[in-house]
């Protein structure tokens, strides 16, 4: 007899046995409750451990379904007796596959059981259950069939066989080892802030075994990838448009980012054909650039906080985070309300199910191969919130901040263990940030840094996942490692603990650990070059007392062992980091307090870096771009030297043909400018060195004489610049008067404003619609498209 034949004849014999009056689900329940009162309460919270699985499932309540389980389970024991078939004969059935494990964390044995909820688009999953659990579950399910209600299947958590680690940094022995640091921490946490955590979760191709298995949550990206179209906002669409990948687009702005062979993540983006606007409530729109048109789009969730895109050929791919209710089946103690228990922790009350809010990040992949109708491939998702991300030679790496807890037990993965995809992390794949071989780590149990691949091909999945135990504050991708940085200090001065993770084709290959003193400004502070990392900081220091206070800038090259092997410390005393460039063996970096010196220094020698020379100039620069051969370009604020007062925002053109002796061949100085996104998002900047021209977004606050005025004015202007004629303004749009703000600007639609180019067209793209200028024509107005809302 097979499994469908015996399920048939257990489902028909059903039908027609009646439940004796001891079995039915009413005096099944009296008959728990009087028991769990006849026992002590330790006794009955252990027993509920013990027999209670430990579900994680989408947020449902308990109650109803569980009468409706225990009397499906009293009929199965009926029917199982009439036709006479034995326990031993489901077992033969439901063995693991071979080279599964199971997991407890006390001796990697135990069955941690997990329920597959039935997804949106009413694909069911099923899995193979466990020895005694089959018949019960099997039954379960013929009992919620025969009432048209959603089937739900019984899975144990499984540890597969976990691929080799990455090699040169700790990672954990056990969950064990894990649960009793993190609970070590939050007993006993520390005074300083010198420990860090970080977790980096990798996550296996199919069939291949690095994580642990929980189940799968119901949601809207369990959808059919095939089934699901995107839809499109209220308003026109061209329906005669047409793509032609083949066709040379010409030339085209892209996002300005830190390293040329790897991109970043923004909220506008073209291919020169489409321009790709993603606005505030996570609708992206599709707009064909030569005729100003709407041809397709991709409508947002409200219930999701939508970050980020990128866009490569035919593939496009969202970012968004969104925070979920999980209800998780098993002990939880809850403090005890009884005066005689208060001292007692061990007698805490439990309940059999509860729920948590989880945050979490997904990369939705769409096939915009008919830009008319993209079309979900895929969905992959992280525990975590959103940190940053880059993209890669066809994967794009995910890095979200995970933050745990020490629940109960160990058992209780769902507490301290960030899943990627339904999986948890295999513990063998969470690291330390300690060197192997090395012992110098204290764990402070803030959070983790969770890193995942993605691949176009298996948009999905993870095709790799790590975690190392450490916060992450500022990342630097280079073509071949992923450097994290957080800041630190001790009882004498600030620090910086640096995390390397080699990188290739979606896979997590090598790491190192290391840390320098001083706080980085940004990830321009970070630059890798021959198998070196260049690192500047500030260096903040105090005494014991506090009564001396300190700062002065180093800056430090580190090997790939994350090994400090040269350094030049005490620059610029009393001042602070502003900004940094580094290009091949020259590094420059600014620093200020009430002038600002630009340095030059050779790092040709990592063992031995030498500064070149000093350039003192009034304000500071708070970016540096190389535009063009010999020239540095720099953007910050102009301020008067004696008083340190904003005078206004200022474009500096640097010479650096001789880095022992920069020149600053020209400064433009835009007055009473109050605030420049530009400065702290650099991905907001248009620069454009090859075509001459760079732009960003500022404001200025309304100047009346007699009154104050608070009213504000947006504004979008772009340059170039000429050997002889130095900077050239070549337009400034007032973006509260460009046609797209009738109802008035707010501060995230200057925000979110971004310029772009194709071939002599001006774009600015704004969360209200995209307006068009003739850059051949001194930028004059070519075209309006404003969002139907």
């Not at 010196?597 to 003192?616: R, Y």
């Not at 400064?667 to 420049?676: A, W």
């Not at 995230?748 to 071939?759: E, F, H, L, S, V």
Request: proline share 4%; with cysteine; hydrophobic share 30%.
């Amino acid at each position: 007899m097979d499994d469908r034949e015996l399920m048939d004849k257990i489902r028909k014999s059903m039908e027609d046995t009646p439940v004796p009056e001891s079995l039915k689900p009413e005096n099944i329940q009296k008959m728990l409750e009087e028991q769990s009162e006849n026992q002590q309460p330790n006794e009955a919270a252990r027993t509920e451990k013990d027999d209670q699985p430990k579900d994680i499932t989408t947020h449902r309540f308990w109650n109803a379904r569980t009468s409706h389980y225990i009397g499906a389970a009293a009929a199965a024991v009926v029917v199982i007796a009439a036709l006479g078939i034995t326990p031993g004969l489901l077992k033969t059935h439901t063995k693991a596959k071979p080279g599964d494990t199971t997991y407890t964390a006390s001796n990697d044995t135990q069955t941690l059981e997990s329920t597959e909820e039935t997804t949106r688009n009413g694909a069911q999953t099923t899995s193979e259950t466990t020895n005694e659990t089959a018949l019960a579950q099997a039954d379960i399910q013929s009992a919620e069939e025969s009432d048209k209600a959603a089937p739900e299947t019984t899975e144990p958590v499984k540890v597969a066989q976990a691929t080799d680690p990455v090699s040169g940094i700790v990672h954990m022995d056990s969950y064990d080892d894990l649960y009793n640091m993190l609970k070590e921490w939050n007993e006993n946490p520390t005074t300083s802030n010198d420990a860090r955590v970080m977790t980096i979760e990798e996550s296996a191709d199919t069939g291949s075994a690095n994580t642990v298995a929980a189940s799968d949550m119901a949601s809207s990206d369990a959808a059919s990838p095939d089934s699901v179209i995107a839809t499109y906002p209220e308003g026109e669409t061209d329906s005669d448009f047409s793509y032609d990948e083949k066709s040379d687009p010409g030339d085209y702005s892209s996002t300005n980012t830190q390293e040329e062979t790897v991109d970043e993540a923004d909220i506008v983006k073209t291919d020169g054909t489409c321009i790709y606007a993603m606005d505030s409530k996570g609708t992206v729109r599709i707009v064909d650039a030569a005729s100003m048109k709407l041809v397709g789009a991709i409508n947002g969730e409200n219930s999701a906080d939508y970050k980020e895109m990128y866009v490569e050929g035919s593939c496009l791919q969202l970012i968004r985070q969104q925070i979920e209710y999980v209800t998780y089946k098993g002990e939880l103690k809850l403090p005890s309300t009884s005066d005689e228990d208060s001292d007692n922790d061990s007698t805490q009350s439990v309940r059999s199910s509860y729920s948590m809010p989880v945050t979490t990040v997904s990369v939705l992949t769409y096939d915009i191969s008919d830009r008319t109708a993209p079309k979900l491939t895929g969905t992959y998702q992280q525990d975590g919130s959103y940190l940053s991300s880059r993209r890669s030679n066809g994967y794009l790496y995910l890095f979200t901040s995970y933050a745990p807890d020490a629940g109960n037990n160990a058992d209780q993965l769902e507490y301290y263990v960030p899943r990627s995809g339904q999986e948890y992390i295999a513990y063998d794949h969470i690291y330390l940030p300690e060197q192997e071989g090395s012992d110098d780590f204290s764990y402070n149990g803030k959070a983790y840094l969770v890193s995942g691949a993605v691949a176009v091909g298996t948009p999905d999945q993870a095709s790799d996942i790590m975690a190392v135990v450490s916060g992450a504050e500022t990342f630097y991708v280079s073509e071949n490692n992923i450097y994290s940085a957080v800041s630190t200090w001790n009882e004498k001065e600030t620090r910086t603990e640096l995390v390397r993770i080699g990188y290739a084709d979606g896979k997590f290959t090598d790491g190192s650990t290391g840390s320098v003193a001083g706080e980085l400004n940004d990830n321009f502070s970070l630059d890798e070059y021959a198998d070196h990392l260049r690192v500047v900081t500030t260096v903040e220091s105090w005494s014991s007392d506090y009564s001396d206070f300190s700062r002065s800038n180093s800056l430090y090259v580190l090997d790939s062992s994350m090994k400090t092997v040269g350094k030049i410390e005490n620059l610029a005393e009393g001042e602070e980091i502003k900004s940094a460039r580094f290009m091949g063996e020259t590094g420059y970096f600014v620093t200020y307090k009430n002038t600002d010196p630009l340095f030059s220094v050779d790092l040709s020698d990592p063992e031995n870096p030498k500064v070149l020379g000093e350039l003192k100039i009034t304000g500071f620069s708070s970016y540096l771009h190389f535009y063009g051969e010999n020239k540095l370009l720099g953007i910050g604020w102009e301020t008067d030297p004696d008083t340190g007062n904003t005078i206004g925002m200022k474009c500096s053109m640097f010479d650096i043909s001789d880095p022992s002796d920069v020149k600053e061949t020209d400064r433009f100085v835009l007055k009473d400018v109050s605030f420049c996104d530009a400065l702290t998002n650099y991905r907001s900047i248009l620069a454009a060195p090859k075509k001459g021209l760079f732009g960003f977004a500022y404001g200025m606050y309304g100047s009346n004489s007699d009154i104050y005025d608070s009213s504000e004015n947006f504004y979008y202007s772009v340059f170039s610049f000429d050997e002889e004629d130095g900077f050239v303004p070549n337009a400034y749009v007032k973006m509260n008067d460009c046609g797209l703000f009738d109802d008035g600007m707010e501060w995230q639609d200057y925000r979110t404003a971004r310029g772009i180019y194709i071939k002599d067209t001006f774009y600015l793209v704004t969360e209200k619609g995209i307006a068009s200028y003739n850059m051949a024509d001194d930028y004059s107005a070519a075209g309006i498209l404003k969002w139907n809302e």
